[in-house]
């Protein structure tokens, strides 16, 4: 007979960055496939344009047209590469954190390898949105405001480092000896 430990037994700290890790990994893949990083509205038309496409949506007909960025647009490609690292640091801290919740309980480097990926998948986010916001200053019309697909990688970026301050602070509390008067 297995008996499962229910989910208010594990330490709520671990469970609670574990569950904003996941939501990381999900604003950043949100973030990498949807086409608005930048966004503007003209009076007939609005252009937007994400990672891998630019779109025109005119009003009048209502159709939108989307191009695969090429190589005009090539500085592109390092953003993507970035991005889909850190989800998959983003990952990597997952499963990190969930083998330590749930398999190997005892096992503190789990602990400290998902701190690890985790905090590199934050990495690679703030040094991919740092430069495309640096290069849509250079490259793209200043016309173009930056989008939601832009906000949630830096969404995804808080959310990672706040569950590395909660697994730090899981940590230090689980390594300090018990006083007596945790007892009364």
Avoid at 15 to 33: C, D, E, K, Q
Avoid at 78 to 96: C, N, Q, T
Avoid at 106 to 120: D, H, V, W
Avoid at 143 to 148: A, E, K, Q, W
Wanted: hydrophobic share 55%.
């Amino acid at each position: 007979v297995i008996i499962m430990e229910s989910v208010e037994s594990r330490p709520k700290l671990l469970i609670t960055g574990w569950s904003f890790v996941m939501g990381a990994g999900m604003l950043n893949v949100i973030a990498i496939g949807t086409p608005y990083w930048i966004y503007s509205s003209a009076i007939l038309r609005v252009n937007y344009a994400g990672l891998w496409v630019f779109c025109t949506k005119y009003y009048l007909n209502a159709v939108a047209g989307c191009v695969e960025l090429d190589s005009d647009f090539g500085w592109v490609k390092s953003i993507r590469a970035m991005m889909i690292l850190s989800v998959m640091f983003f990952g990597a801290g997952f499963v990190s954190f969930t083998l330590k919740i749930w398999v190997l309980k005892t096992r503190k480097e789990f602990e400290y390898l998902g701190i690890a990926s985790t905090f590199a998948g934050a990495v690679f986010t703030l040094v991919a949105v740092s430069r495309f916001a640096d290069m849509k200053e250079m490259k793209i019309n200043s016309d173009y405001s930056l989008s939601f697909s832009f906000v949630f990688s830096i969404l995804g970026m808080i959310l990672a480092l706040v569950a590395c301050g909660l697994v730090v602070i899981h940590i230090r509390k689980s390594s300090q000896p018990a006083t007596s008067s945790d007892f009364t």
